[in-house]
């Protein structure tokens, strides 16, 4: 549900939710010696709601949206190395995103977001893999008359809890956070025809989301799309 106030471009906006997810192949029927599925596991069940008010500013050329929102989940599957199983009771993630977009220049666009969450299960304890902190900064511009565009990305995601599951039970480790930088651009050749570079992680930061398994390091595209039409 929406509804815009035209006087001064003001939108306020909500949403209500209530979805399932269910346990996948691997869950229910395991693949192989070293986990054992469960197929009595149960869909997890969730219900969920946000509220928020998004601005424009400066004849539109400036927004910015701030959300907050709740959900409840029940049989959460959690898997504990060896197999998976639904949590009882309820788990709880709520919190407040803001994003903002400017373009001080007619081909430059900054846009920028962050999401505080606060997770806990029927413990009362932190959800594993869900960071308190997260946020991103972007920024893009476009020259040689729009054929040609340039873009810089900042993705940061704070610290947060895994399991270990090389103890039994498993325990609960940190994760550190950390910073990516991603730097592409693209040039239009001709029509339907363009050629794009893109390098991502250029510090070569160490991202680690899940225990003892770091993500990819400095990485470069170079490509070629090509487009088609009807006509």
Avoid: C
């Avoid at 979805?19 to 054992?36: R, Y």
């Avoid at 004849?59 to 959300?67: E, G, L, P, Q």
């Avoid at 990305?153 to 950390?178: E, I, M």
């Amino acid at each position: 549900l929406a509804y815009l106030y035209a006087e001064t471009d003001t939108r306020l906006h909500g949403s209500f939710g209530k979805a399932i997810k269910n346990p996948t192949l691997t869950e229910l029927f395991g693949f192989g010696p070293g986990f054992t599925g469960n197929p009595n596991l149960q869909p997890e069940s969730a219900i969920g709601w946000d509220i928020g008010i998004e601005q424009n500013f400066w004849d539109k050329r400036a927004s910015i949206d701030v959300t907050y929102f709740d959900s409840t989940i029940e049989d959460l599957i959690v898997g504990t190395g060896n197999t998976a199983f639904n949590a009882t009771g309820e788990n709880r993630i709520k919190g407040l995103e803001v994003a903002g977009s400017i373009r001080p220049l007619p081909d430059l666009r900054l846009t920028a977001s962050y999401t505080y969450t606060d997770s806990e299960d029927s413990n009362g304890q932190e959800l594993i893999r869900r960071p308190r902190h997260m946020g991103s900064l972007n920024a893009n511009y476009r020259f040689l008359d729009g054929r040609a565009s340039v873009n810089l990305g900042l993705v940061h995601k704070g610290k947060q809890d895994d399991l270990n599951f090389a103890t039994f039970p498993a325990t609960r480790v940190g994760l550190d956070s950390y910073t990516a930088v991603n730097l592409g651009g693209s040039y239009d050749i001709t029509e339907g025809v363009s050629l794009f570079a893109r390098a991502e992680n250029l510090t070569d930061a160490e991202q680690i989301d899940v225990f003892e398994t770091r993500g990819p390091g400095l990485t470069a595209f170079v490509g070629l799309r090509i487009g088609f039409s009807p006509d």
